[in-house]
């Protein structure tokens, strides 16, 4: 358990200043814990918080729609800490040079409310992304599987990519985008990882000989990345593009002949590729696998499917790593964001005392 009121190693005398962790520092703290360590500890992480999933507050995320995208606040509590993330989706801001999801998030002490770590989570989100899909796959993917195709080269394609190396031993990794270009990026990234990688022309050839697919486009409509007649018996399909109501990625006939595995159903309704399904459509709470209420994988022929849409104790995991490690490291800043007089009822003394 991450000890929150553990003092700052840069101040120890002003509790109330909040650890801060930079982009540049999230860089660091990734690379003096090294990705493949960090993908592996927090697929453990997140797995350890749905095992104990009943403890948590859970609420499917508020989202403020645009004809552009989505920004959405994704809170949950535990009882003793609380956070929640800042996260947006915007399919065009690629074009424009601007990342299609950007995020930050926060922690806080439940008994005094006061923030305990602000931090990036752009970055943070692409590994717990990778992490949380991996973990699921260890669940559901068939148990032989080295092959796996990635639809949608951009921003989150190497993590997934690093995050099957290490928690399921995938070693072959077949590539397609429309952009020709994304795929060359991530082919070029991903050299010299142990993995073998495989541009391929179509959808349809990237998937041959696949044991798991996963799909990682952006595209803010529903879109068929997948149609019923690529999709066999026996595949594990990791569906993280479509995430958002409108913005789909598998045809309806595949959500058909899988079973269906979920993070939290109220969110997935309405985010996920079931929102093309009957509201009772039967799926999986993927924490009931976890516990061992649920079955996960039952047979070799069975399709799979994770409908990752992200729910917000992913990302409570994650912050929670990122602080113990921030903390450990003294890779973080000192933000001054709590006002916090000597005398807690002197707030208007405090703020006269600052007169220039
Ligand atoms: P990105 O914009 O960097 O990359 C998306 C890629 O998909 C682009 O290279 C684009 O050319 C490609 N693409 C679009 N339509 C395609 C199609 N029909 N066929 C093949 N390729 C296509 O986006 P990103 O940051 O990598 O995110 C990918 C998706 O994952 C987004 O939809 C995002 O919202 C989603 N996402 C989900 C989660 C989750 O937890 N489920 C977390 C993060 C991101």
Not at 2 to 26: G, K, Q, Y
Not at 121 to 133: C, D, E, G, K
Not at 338 to 351: E, I, N, T
Request: proline share 6%; hydrophobic share 45%.
């Amino acid at each position: 358990m991450t000890d929150l009121h553990a003092p700052s190693r840069l101040a120890p005398s002003r509790l109330a200043l909040v650890p801060f962790v930079s982009v540049a520092n999230m860089m660091r703290l990734v690379h003096d814990i090294g990705l493949p360590v960090m993908l592996r500890e927090l697929a453990d992480a997140i797995e350890a918080d749905f095992a104990r999933w009943e403890q948590f507050d859970k609420t499917a995320r508020i989202p403020a729609h645009s004809a552009e995208g989505v920004i959405e606040l994704m809170p949950t509590t535990d009882g003793e800490v609380y956070g929640f993330k800042y996260v947006n989706g915007h399919p065009a801001n690629m074009k424009a040079g601007r990342q299609t999801v950007t995020a930050f998030g926060l922690l806080a002490d439940m008994h005094t409310g006061y923030p305990v770590l602000l931090s990036e989570m752009t970055i943070l989100t692409a590994i717990r992304t990778a992490a949380m899909s991996a973990m699921a796959a260890r669940h559901l993917a068939p148990k032989a599987a080295r092959t796996m195709a990635i639809i949608g080269n951009g921003a989150q394609s190497e993590f997934q990519a690093l995050a099957f190396r290490e928690v399921l031993g995938i070693d072959t990794i077949r590539l397609f985008d429309l952009d020709p270009a994304a795929t060359a990026k991530c082919a070029a990234n991903l050299a010299g990882q142990g993995l073998r990688i495989e541009p391929c022309r179509t959808a349809e050839e990237a998937i041959e000989g696949a044991q798991i697919i996963t799909t990682a486009t952006a595209d803010k409509r529903y879109s068929t990345i997948l149609t019923d007649n690529m999709i066999g018996p026996g595949v594990h399909i990791n569906a993280v593009g479509g995430d958002s109501p409108g913005k789909t990625e598998l045809a309806r006939d595949i959500l058909m002949r899988a079973d269906i595995f979920v993070e939290y159903p109220p969110q997935t309704r309405i985010e996920g590729e079931i929102q093309q399904l009957e509201p009772d459509h039967p799926v999986t709470e993927l924490w009931q696998v976890i516990t061992g209420a649920a079955t996960g994988r039952r047979d070799a022929l069975q399709i799979t499917l994770f409908d990752s849409v992200g729910f917000a104790i992913e990302d409570f995991a994650a912050l929670r790593y990122v602080h113990a490690k921030a903390l450990e490291t003294g890779l973080h800043d000192e933000l001054d964001m709590v006002a916090d007089p000597d005398d807690p009822r002197d707030l208007f003394g405090m703020l006269m005392r600052a007169r220039p």
